[in-house]
């Protein structure tokens, strides 16, 4: 049978349409009048895309220089920070922050979980940064990252959080709760290629960079805030990629009826309803999700059957589909897979996803019980009932 090739990773994802072409078509200088009114638009759109009064920056780079950014940045050797981590993507903050010399007070959850709001509380004393995610990505765990800020209210320690993959998938209200930085990446809900990353930075976080010590070039933030501010970047710009991000942004902005913040708010809830039909179809095939207390609107991960190796399941997607499924990271690579459904996925994506899923079990977990279509069904009941709570509006 023809097989076509679909993305359920986590990032990347799939490209939306527009921002392909816009991305094929954009073949302007970066020192152009043309440019700087594409780029300053797309810098005010993703203003209202994050939610947020605060500057926003560009960079040329994947999500993880923005996170270098805002470590070399906002700190100086020797440092208190304190660092979340429950899985691979709070690991590397930990990582970035003993790069630069911090002093880590490192709060850890088992990979599955998140984090004990009192612990957190008990070790913020004398730190200059809390560094976390929205959501752990390895994992498919969602932490409460209100909560977290509201721990920080009154104190001197800044909030900077790895939304990578939870922006356009949760919901952020960025100034009210007093987050210092947010991080976004391209490759995600905003539906275009890996190569940008976007942060926002509070009032705060520009005065702690007037003392934080640590050496910094290409991602020093003062830089590119002088320079964004006139329409252009400090350094070359990823030129076709900002178009396609200009484009995208319009596309979430039709889905609002004109409106962007309505956009990203159909969007979020997309994310949302598709992570609900995914896990009612994984449970209804007896597998068990890995995050069930705190799950991700971004991903959802799931265990293997008793005996399979994931990395034969994310294979027999591959071979016999064409569907690309993201296997564990770290210590859970072999025991579990995960399914994203963020961005530029729909209802018809989470049917396909959980058909094909039907198909693999029955070829690597031969001895794993369901009934064929029992997934499926679980998947149309979701829709059918998010349906007929929207006719009720």
């Known amino acids: 049978m ?53 500057d926003v920056l560009l960079l040329a780079s994947s999500g993880t220089g923005a996170m270098e950014a805002a470590v070399s940045n906002l700190t100086s050797p020797g440092e208190k920070v304190v660092v979340l981590s429950a899985g691979k993507f709070g690991e590397r903050w930990r990582d970035l922050a003993k790069a630069y010399g911090c002093a880590i ?29 929205a959501t752990e990505t390895s994992t498919g765990v969602r932490h409460d990252v209100k909560a977290i800020a509201a721990l920080l209210k ?28 947010l991080i976004g990446g391209s490759q995600k809900a905003v539906m275009i290629p890996p190569g940008l990353a976007y942060l926002c930075v509070s009032e705060r976080a520009w005065q702690r960079m007037e003392t934080a010590k640590q050496p910094r070039y290409y991602f020093d933030l003062r830089k590119e805030r002088k320079s964004q501010t006139k329409g252009e970047t400090a350094f070359t710009p990823a030129v076709a990629l900002v178009c396609g991000l200009a484009a995208a942004l319009d596309y ?10 309505d956009g990203r708010d159909a969007l979020i809830h997309n994310a949302e309803t598709s992570a609900a039909m995914v896990r009612a179809g994984v449970q209804a095939l007896g597998l068990e999700l890995f995050a069930p ?53 729909d209802y018809l994506d989470a049917i396909g996803v959980i058909g094909a899923l039907e198909h693999v079990l029955l070829k690597v977990a031969p001895s794993h019980n369901f009934e064929l279509g029992a997934g499926v069904r679980a998947v149309q009941e979701v829709f059918a009932g998010q349906f007929a709570e929207a006719a009720k509006v």
């Open 252 to 261: 979430i902005r039709r889905n609002g009826n004109g409106n962007l913040s």
């Open 2 to 54: 023809l097989r076509k090739t679909r993305l359920f990773t986590p990032g990347p994802t799939p490209l939306l349409p527009a921002a392909q072409n816009a991305i094929a078509a954009a073949d302007m200088h970066h020192r152009t009048a043309e440019f700087r009114e594409i780029f300053s638009r797309t810098l005010a759109d993703l203003k209202t895309f994050i939610g947020t009064n605060n």
């Open 293 to 345: 207390t705190c799950p991700a609107a971004a991903v959802t991960a799931i265990l293997a059957p008793k005996g399979v190796d994931s990395s034969a399941i994310v294979k027999e997607f591959r071979e016999r589909f064409a569907m690309v499924v993201a296997n564990g990271q770290g210590e859970m690579k072999g025991k579990l897979f995960r399914i994203a459904h963020l961005g530029y996925y």
């Open 154 to 181: 009154g104190t001197d320690t800044l909030l900077v959080v790895d939304a990578i993959t939870g922006l356009g998938t949760t919901h952020f209200e960025v100034d009210n709760w007093g987050i210092d930085i």
């Open 105 to 133: 007070e490192l709060i850890s959850a088992p990979y599955g979980q998140t984090f004990d709001l009192r612990e957190v509380k008990s070790k913020l004393d004398g730190a200059s940064v809390l560094y976390m995610q």
